[in-house]
């Protein structure tokens, strides 16, 4: 039987779903409710200063986001993070201190506890855990230590899921991670084994080297734009009304064979009415952690050091920033020459009360944190911006089997229907690129 593709999302996820389609020759078209492609990913140029509204950049992590960039080198150019940034810093006692890069930094840190140090040398002889659902908080106690916790894996889950620990569990929200002790035994054994691994040439360019794209991420969003074909995206669609019988879907009077959808778990009753009430109670009780991004720009930069990445906040140090880049040591052309451009995060599933507060009142309460942290007398941005998302990023907690069985039956139940998107899989750019490749591939 012909295939025949509706899309429902036109952000990373659908876009890259009907990139390959159409690549296949499989008819594909995307609905999408506002005026755009792209979903969260958004970058603008004003005053020299080149700024995103989402997702500030990616990871090489997986082959399927190394591929789709090769595939789209003739019409983007890639930006790799510079070397210099490749510091990452933690606030600790009103300072930043640099998370260990080699053995010498790892014993002189002051971020670890003594007693945490000494524990990670017996680390690869602990046996692994037995709890499927067990959080990343308690997962990390076990096996390196509380100070671990405090000031490595607490900030990097606020850097990645803008989450809290002790909700995530480690199986859904770090699958690498449970991989490793689950099949290893260890972390330390199996990084260490997984290095010694033989690589074909393209897993060679997994380098998890942070990325861009020259002009910005959404430059990306065009290049799949101008592959797919803007006559086989419908924008503004705002209520669209699915329709299914005898295993065929109907979206205006146009019959498909198969309707991917990739929104957020919230949408989906309404979107699939054909569905039963009681199959999406699993799904539709997905957390996300509201995110507010604060862009700050400065032509003429009298503050502190920025050769580094950028900086994560601990709970425990009690500020109202999460983390914040320095996009302009990170990437080059992103500021005016002797200024920078830094993006910074507050609020998260911790601080969740922050989201609806207003714009103005949000400066203020960044401004302290800000000018104590970036060494600065005074706080007067030649640039900036706020831009609030309630329902930023999903929370992969212990119901997330019961979501991923609901999920498999509803496919079951309706075949032809595909669940996509960050309610399953990961939540970072390369999760979905490769997401979508799978579900492409399937298909084809």
Not at 172 to 201: C, D, M, N, R, V
Not at 226 to 231: F, L, Q, S
Not at 296 to 316: E, I, S
Not at 422 to 429: C, H, K, M, W, Y
Request: charged content about 25%.
């Amino acid at each position: 039987m012909t295939k025949k593709v509706a899309v429902i999302g036109a952000g990373i996820t659908g876009l890259t779903i009907a990139y390959y389609l159409k690549k296949a020759g499989i008819p594909v078209k995307i609905f999408e409710k506002n005026n755009r492609a792209g979903g969260v990913i958004q970058s603008s140029l004003k005053d020299g200063f080149l700024y995103e509204h989402g997702p500030n950049s990616g990871t090489l992590s997986n082959i399927e986001i190394v591929q789709l960039l090769n595939e789209l080198n003739s019409d983007i150019e890639i930006d790799i993070a510079q070397s210099a940034s490749k510091k990452r810093l933690i606030w600790k006692n009103n300072r930043w201190e640099a998370l260990p890069s080699g053995l010498w930094s790892a014993i002189r840190t002051p971020l670890f506890t003594f007693y945490d140090k000494l524990r990670v040398l017996g680390e690869p002889f602990r046996a692994p855990g037995t709890n499927p659902d067990e959080t990343v908080a308690a997962m990390v106690k076990r096996r390196l230590g509380q100070s671990f916790l405090d000031y490595a894996i607490d900030p990097f889950i606020s850097g990645i899921y803008a989450g809290d620990p002790d909700y995530l569990v480690t199986k859904y929200a770090l699958p690498k991670l449970y991989t490793l002790e689950q099949t290893y035994g260890s972390f330390i054994k199996g990084a260490y084994k997984k290095a010694k691994q033989p690589k074909t040439a393209l897993e060679k360019q997994v380098t998890k080297d942070i990325f861009s794209i020259k002009g910005g991420l959404e430059n990306l969003v065009k290049a799949l734009v101008k592959h797919i074909g803007d006559e086989h995206i419908c924008l503004n669609r705002k209520n669209i009304n699915i329709n299914y019988n005898k295993n065929k879907y109907f979206i205006d009077n146009q019959e498909f064979t198969h309707v991917i959808s990739a929104v957020q778990a919230q949408a989906l009753p309404k979107l699939l009415p054909f569905v039963p009430s009681n199959m999406w109670l699993d799904i539709t009780n997905l957390r996300y952690a509201p995110v507010i991004e604060i862009g700050l720009g400065f032509k003429h930069w009298q503050g502190g050091d920025l050769k580094a990445f950028g900086g994560l906040v601990p709970m425990k140090e009690h500020k109202n920033i999460l983390g914040l880049l320095f996009m302009s040591s990170i990437f080059k052309n992103r500021a005016p020459e002797n200024g920078a451009l830094f993006t910074l995060f507050i609020g998260g599933l911790k601080r969740s009360e922050l989201i609806e507060m207003p714009k103005t009142k949000l400066l203020e309460l960044v401004a302290k944190d800000f000018k104590q942290m970036m060494q600065l007398t005074d706080f007067n941005p030649d640039m900036q911006f706020v831009k609030s998302y309630k329902k930023a990023i999903a929370q992969y907690g212990a119901d997330s089997s019961k979501r991923l069985k609901s999920i498999d039956d509803i496919e079951k139940t309706f075949p032809g229907l595909i669940l996509a998107g960050s309610i399953r899989d990961g939540v970072g750019l390369a999760d979905r690129v490769k997401q979508a490749k799978q579900i492409s591939n399937a298909l084809i």
